[in-house]
């Protein structure tokens, strides 16, 4: 059974916290561009851009990321395929940008590791920052979120499972027991 730890008013507030923290981390908003990480980073990312024209009055690029074909964990009969970077929008240049990678879990740091993966096949970033609604810990990789909305620890027979409303029709952060 699920227990709801954050309700969607909660998550509404640490992503107005996140983009505050990104305008002042940033000295401005100048070069940002965000990059959602498929699924539910990609409706984050476009979140915290809408909330930071709100602010700023300024557009942010959003593009969404999918790292399937980089994870170490998949598993391919040709190894010596190339993976193949899929964005929603190919128009978006990220060389010389601050790139701000969105997640909604931040949990071994391997989709993470992925992600930078990709991001280096698609140009050469100024910066990368990581925002992530969710922190549980449980580190496999030296990777450390910049921006977080809120830090969950979890043990490793949890999980935790962010709900959008543009994706799952309704809005929360759970955790179950598995």
């Not at 910066?127 to 580190?139: C, Y």
């Amino acid at each position: 059974m699920a227990h709801e730890i954050v309700d969607g008013s909660s998550m509404q507030r640490a992503l107005t916290r996140i983009t505050y923290e990104i305008i002042e981390q940033n000295k401005g908003v100048d070069n940002l561009v965000f990059v959602g990480i498929k699924t539910r980073g990609i409706y984050l990312a476009k979140r915290l851009a809408k909330r930071l024209n709100q602010l700023e009055n300024v557009e942010i690029p959003v593009a969404a990321l999918d790292v399937s074909l980089y994870r170490d964990d998949r598993h391919v009969p040709n190894h010596n395929q190339e993976p193949i970077v899929k964005t929603d929008q190919l128009d978006i240049d990220i060389t010389n940008k601050h790139v701000i990678l969105v997640d909604d879990v931040l949990f071994t740091g391997r989709t993470v590791r992925a992600a930078l993966d990709a991001l280096m096949d698609l140009g050469r970033p100024e910066r990368i920052s990581l925002a992530v609604l969710v922190d549980r810990g449980h580190r496999e990789l030296p990777i450390r979120p910049d921006f977080v909305g809120k830090n969950i620890p979890t043990s490793m027979d949890e999980t935790v499972h962010v709900a959008v409303e543009e994706y799952d029709g309704h809005e929360d952060v759970t955790i179950e027991h598995n």
